[in-house]
């Protein structure tokens, strides 16, 4: 996953000084992303896979706030086993419980 994350952290970085750039992330990338994920997660819920209480928009900022988190700061790598057990661990948690 560095190969790819390393760009998304320059840009990342790059937007926290340039305005233009800040807003280029946040129409044609995050928002773009974010929405596709509330929408992927919202079908599952309606599926009852994910509990009805649950509130999408913080699964989202869950799931890619630790993702960020070690794409930024890489004193841990961001490798597909901590994605892995990270959505394990998520859904625990959202799924319904019989």
């Known amino acids: 996953m560095r190969g790819r994350g390393s760009v998304v952290a320059e840009i990342i970085g790059i937007a926290q000084s340039d305005p233009d750039v800040a807003?280029?992330?946040?129409?044609h990338y995050a928002l773009q992303r974010r929405r596709l994920a509330?929408?992927?997660?919202?079908h599952a819920?309606?599926?009852g896979q994910i509990r009805e209480d649950v509130d999408l928009e913080s699964i989202v900022d869950q799931l890619w706030?630790?993702?960020?988190?070690r794409l930024?700061?890489?004193a841990q790598p961001l490798t597909r086993e901590f994605a892995?057990?990270?959505?394990a661990n998520l859904f625990q948690s959202i799924t319904p419980h019989p």
């Open 45 to 47: 819920q309606q599926q």
């Open 23 to 27: 807003e280029a992330l946040s129409t």
């Open 72 to 74: 930024l700061l890489p």
């Open 84 to 87: 892995d057990q990270l959505i």
């Open 38 to 42: 509330v929408e992927r997660l919202g």
């Open 65 to 69: 706030g630790a993702c960020y988190h």
